[in-house]
């Protein structure tokens, strides 16, 4: 149900064998606990289709707000790949080895080891 609408499972708990167990004494009911992450055009209806699975006898909703979070990766690397191909064009143009030493120091020392 959660990835037919693009969500994941992020955690689960399940507790107890059974619906009921009585040790030593002491009552323990099965319990279950979700974290699921659900795209936020979905949530509503996916609460509400919960019922529909089991008796839910409490549910808590929290929300955190991820827009500072965000990085756009794809850029990033298309910028560094840039980036990559103007220094080896001046590498290739060098003509002194102080001139090759500083283009080689403007990689980032995990390109220089790729390239190795």
């Known amino acids: 149900m959660v990835s037919d609408i693009g969500g994941f ?10 619906f009921y167990t009585e040790h030593s004494g002491v009552t323990t009911y ?3 606990q979700y974290v699921f992450r659900i795209p936020a055009d979905k ?13 839910v006898p409490y ?3 929290n929300a955190e707000n991820i827009t500072m979070q965000y ?13 990559e191909a103007r220094l080896l064009e001046l590498l290739a ?3 002194s080895m102080e001139d090759i030493l500083a ?11 790729s390239k190795a």
Do not use: C, H, Y
């Open 59 to 61: 549910s808590s909703t």
């Open 93 to 95: 143009k060098a003509s």
């Open 71 to 83: 990085s756009d990766t794809e850029s990033r690397l298309t910028a560094s790949r840039t980036k």
């Open 30 to 32: 099965r319990s279950a």
């Open 103 to 113: 283009i080689e120091n403007s990689f980032p020392m995990s390109a220089m080891k």
């Open 9 to 18: 499972v992020q955690s689960s708990s399940v507790t107890g064998s059974d």
């Open 43 to 55: 949530f509503k209806s996916f609460t509400e289709s919960l019922s529909t699975l089991g008796n």
